[in-house]
């Protein structure tokens, strides 16, 4: 007899508040603080998460989506001065180049047309690797921004994800916490080093006219291509694996629960009823934050990689167009720069997914607990 009151009781505290009306979890009950704080250190104080997940569960999803994209649009077209005195150095170098080249070959003079293209190829280099210096520091610092976020955002989102099945929470946050450190590992000391060795490969092998290093610096960039596709694949099955188990687990946990408390006298009539009301808002709280999480990282990944967009084309563009006047192995030295942009674009994708990935498949695993 005890025991059963003792239940009633817990009951009672569980869903009072459905009763008086209230909701048992609410967009202001989340604690941002911290996130906020991340992005706010960071030049992107623009976005307040609370006010994102309102306009969604209003669903004024259109609007999130243009605000987002205005941002990322004020954030990169707007923000390219440095880059444009880089390329702006590269056709004057590219010009002088094509012009002392082809003017001494029409004298026959080649020893000095070769000093003067080395001189000029040297500083094409100087400038190419400055850019690509800026453009790695860009991904760092993306990376950095991006893993203080979801280090500080993920704790709260599981708050949500804990009370439709602590199982899921517990394992789902554990392999976020090792996809974390993997991320930084791999990015950090792995994948940009290689870039940076297939960059100084590339410019070195151009420096002689016959091609010595060409097949090592195709098979740097099939090594960090194919990793960063192995990484997605491999983070995606781990927790394809984990929604198909962890949530079925949860599952038969509030079964058991739900199937003791409809043997109550007089109460257990009315508990699905309210586990409905619970489970629902914690459901829309919970994918609404999801979703908003995805929105932010979809930012934090789109002005970097908008940016190493721009000067991947920019500098494709100035290849193409220089390509009938300038010596072909500095047009190649510039491929080769703009092929390492756009490996580290590729990059900073591939980390996006990966978190992009980890949010949706938990979102839609734990929507299946009852």
Same mark, same amino acid.
């Given at each position: 007899m005890k025991k059963g009151l003792l239940l009633v009781f817990l009951i009672w505290l569980l869903f009072g508040n459905i009763v008086a009306g209230e909701e048992l979890l609410t967009v202001e009950d989340l604690n941002f603080t911290e996130s906020s704080r991340v992005l706010r250190d960071n030049g992107l104080k623009e976005i307040d998460s609370k006010e994102i997940m309102k306009e969604l569960i209003e669903g004024d999803v259109g609007e999130v989506l243009m605000e987002l994209v205005n941002l990322i649009r004020k954030k990169t077209i707007g923000d390219v001065s440095y880059v444009k005195k880089l390329i702006?150095?590269? /056709? #004057? &170098?590219?010009i002088v180049s094509a012009f002392f080249t082809n003017f001494l070959h029409v004298f026959g003079n080649d020893s000095v047309s070769d000093t003067a293209f080395y001189i000029c190829y040297i500083s094409v280099i100087s400038v190419l690797v400055t850019l690509f210096d800026f453009v790695s520091g860009m991904a760092g610092e993306f990376l950095r921004v991006s893993v203080n976020y979801i280090s500080a955002v993920i704790p709260v989102y599981f708050v949500t994800v804990s009370i439709t099945g602590q199982a899921s929470a517990l394992g789902f946050y554990q392999v976020i916490l090792v996809v974390i450190g #993997? #991320?930084? /590992?791999? /990015?950090?000391?792995? /994948?940009?080093? &290689?870039?940076? #060795?297939?960059?100084?490969l *590339?410019?070195?092998?151009?420096?002689?006219?016959?091609?010595? &290093?060409?097949?090592?610096? *195709?098979l740097l960039k099939k090594i960090i291509v194919k990793g960063n596709r192995f990484l997605i694949g491999l983070v995606t099955g781990i927790h394809l694996l984990q929604a198909m188990i962890l949530p079925a687990l949860d599952e038969s946990k509030n079964t058991l629960t739900y199937k003791i408390m409809n043997s109550i006298p007089g109460v257990g009539s009315g508990i699905d009823s309210y586990t409905g009301i619970v489970f629902g808002s914690v459901r829309l709280i919970k994918n609404t934050m999801g979703g908003t999480i995805m929105i932010v990282i979809v930012l934090i990944c789109g002005i970097p990689f908008v940016k190493m967009k721009l000067y991947h084309f920019s500098i494709q563009l100035l290849a193409a167009s220089m390509q009938p006047v300038a010596d072909q192995r500095m047009i190649s030295g510039i491929q080769i720069a703009g092929d390492s942009i756009e490996m580290i674009a590729s990059m900073i994708a591939g980390v996006s997914i990966l978190f992009l990935v980890s949010i949706v498949i938990i979102c839609i695993s734990t929507n299946m607990i009852r």
């Open positions: 702006l150095n590269l /056709f #004057i &170098l590219l #993997i #991320i930084q /590992f791999l /990015f950090l000391h792995v /994948f940009l080093p &290689l870039v940076k #060795i297939y960059l100084a *590339g410019l070195v092998n151009n420096l002689s006219k016959e091609d010595l &290093l060409s097949k090592m610096c *195709g």
